[in-house]
């Protein structure tokens, strides 16, 4: 829920948004779409909390990193091959928010949640593509019965109840930035029995956040 200010603050980013766009093209040539999308940056902008996959902190603490223990929960989620994380991020990205905003059986909107997990495995070389799986968690309202997905590629699945190990960091994640947190917590789980073939990165801000941003990496325990 909303507060009068989060409301006010939410709904002059949506307005400002609007007219980015309209001062660039005609009001009756921006889409449905591109309106949702433009009401769901405001939220990222404004603040307001998305519903997030419930977890509990192990109660051992660890130096540079979390222990969490994830509850089993339905996301929906879409393949993509890539060279790059950003590509395939922004590929998969694409899909799912057609999905939240109504490609769905009945036609609803589901609301954003954050964060946007994408689990990588990586390709054999340097120069073979990787397999990114994007995803985003299905709200507790809909958990019991998602709205069936009708978008190519879009499917619902489950990740079990897990373990994982959690690195956190701020700012705007480049390629590169991904890639040595991820060696870094590794390293930091090199007595750990984790799963070593693939990992998660998840972005929990929209584009448009400049401050605060958070940013992490998962690996996830055997």
């Known amino acids: 829920m909303m507060s009068d200010f989060?409301?006010?603050k939410y709904k002059q980013i949506v307005f400002l948004c609007q007219k980015l766009i309209i001062s660039s093209e005609k009001y009756s040539q921006v889409s449905y779409t591109q309106m949702n999308f433009l009401k769901t940056i405001g939220?990222?902008?404004a603040g307001v909390m998305l519903e997030?996959?419930?977890?509990?902190?192990?109660?051992?603490?660890?130096?540079g990193y979390e222990e969490r223990h994830y509850e089993a929960a339905r996301w929906v989620s879409t393949n993509v091959q890539s060279m790059s994380r950003e590509s395939a991020g922004s590929t998969g990205f694409r899909r799912?928010?057609?999905?939240?905003?109504?490609?769905?059986?009945?036609?609803?909107?589901?609301?954003?949640t954050a964060p946007v997990a994408t689990r990588i495995v990586p390709g054999a070389g340097p120069n073979c593509e990787s397999s990114f799986t994007v995803s985003?968690?299905?709200?507790?309202?809909?958990?019991?019965?998602?709205p069936e997905p009708t978008g190519e590629g879009?499917?619902?699945?489950?990740?079990?109840?897990?373990?994982?190990?959690?690195s956190s960091f701020g700012g705007f994640a480049s390629e590169e930035q991904?890639?040595?947190?991820?060696r870094i917590l590794s390293e930091k789980l090199k007595d750990k029995s984790?799963?070593?073939?693939?990992?998660?990165?998840?972005?929990?801000?929209?584009p448009f956040k400049l401050f605060n941003r958070c940013n992490e990496v998962w690996f996830v325990k055997k």
């Open 6 to 8: 989060d409301n006010c």
């Open 43 to 45: 939220q990222g902008i």
């Open 52 to 63: 997030k996959p419930k977890y509990k902190l192990a109660e051992e603490k660890a130096e």
């Open 96 to 112: 799912l928010f057609k999905y939240i905003t109504g490609e769905n059986k009945p036609g609803i909107k589901v609301d954003m």
């Open 136 to 146: 985003f968690y299905i709200p507790p309202k809909h958990q019991d019965s998602p």
């Open 154 to 166: 879009v499917f619902i699945e489950e990740f079990s109840e897990m373990t994982v190990y959690v």
């Open 178 to 182: 991904w890639i040595d947190e991820a």
């Open 194 to 206: 984790i799963h070593q073939e693939f990992y998660f990165t998840a972005g929990y801000d929209s």
